[in-house]
């Protein structure tokens, strides 16, 4: 038998020492940049970058128009600030939704492109809260004084912005949201498409288990979630310290407390996906415990808002800060939920099909990968055989 023939992986030929392809491939690694492999995907990237692009234009002259029109007088005002900072957060969450795009087709991932839909609905109701935010501002600085919003009672100059600002600002405004829901909708089809044409990969990866698919399909929703996470906790806190005045010893510390919850935050979430993959009982029960500190903090600073004596403070970014407070306590108590769910699902199985490509290179010599697999199965599928294929129920 001609040993130069590269043969198909496994059998007979992988047991006897022949060259086969799966070696081959394993050895090449993977390309160190993804390209679209279907026009579904072409689509999906495609059409992200378009909205990327517009929305990009849209809210840069919504933001350039304000800095413009804005009397140098009114710069440094608490109002001014918190618009120009959500209008750069709004701005940094499309380009951080094209990083998830590209992650989502590169990784195959179901379960992303449909958070990536579920984001792009959240872009939608943020565009809409922008309309009001920037109507409240060009309202504020164009005769404070007589401003029925005003509930500080403080007046400020007659004129702090060129009374033109919201003729020229109020089309755009409208036209973000209205352009964000019909993309809103192309990726939903497109994500559709994307749901027939993954599901295949998945079922090659994991195999007929339902079970198996089952913990597969929590863990993808889980890293998923803590993806979206990151762009929710930073809005809030960054809006947050923007608004947070210091005036006294009390609220330095708390302004110094916030800017080290950012890289606090950061790394929590990687740890978060770390321990996972490693499947850490101990470390997930940290994290988990963390997670309910972190929705204990967000529901006191949504109470803090409204009811407290410092409400006035927070009302120039009430709007934004609510908006974004209720996403990322909604986005909390699911991501609990299904950090539990991994957690449960622990050394059932799921482990060396999670596991990072140089991870499986790493252990294939020692033949760790084959006692995992073998002891998941047994575990997951009730095997009595030593086989360490994945068994169709």
Known sequence: MDRSYTYAGGGYHQREGFPTSGAADQGRGTPLLYVPQSKWQYAFSGVSLFQTVIALILEGYLFARFQADLF??????PVSRVVATYLSLFIFGFLYQLVLVYDALRLKNTIQVIGLC???????????????????????YSHPANNPRRRDGVADSSDDINSSFWDQAQPIAIAAPVFLGVVTLALAFLAWKLYDEFAWSIYKHISADLRLRRRYLSYQIYIALLKFDFFFFLAFTVQFLVIIPRDSASENVEFGLTVAAIPVTIVLLFLAGFWTRR?????????????????????????????????????PARHSLTTFAVLTIALL???????????????????????????????AGSGDIDKLVQGGNDVALGAAGPSSRMTID
């Open 118 to 140: 579920i984001y792009n609905l959240g872009l939608v109701i943020e565009a809409a809260v922008q309309y009001d935010q920037i109507r409240d501002a060009f309202t504020h």
């Open 333 to 363: 108590i699911v991501t609990i939920a299904y950090a539990t769910m991994v957690t449960l699902n622990f050394n059932k199985g799921l482990k060396p099909h999670i596991m990072t490509e140089r991870q499986k290179r790493k252990r």
């Open 72 to 77: 140098p007088s009114a710069r440094d005002k």
């Open 279 to 315: 499947e850490s009982i101990w470390g997930m029960l940290l994290i988990i415990v963390v997670y309910f500190g972190a929705l204990a903090y967000f529901c006191f600073k949504l109470f803090r808002m409204y009811y407290s004596n410092k409400a006035k403070e927070y009302y």
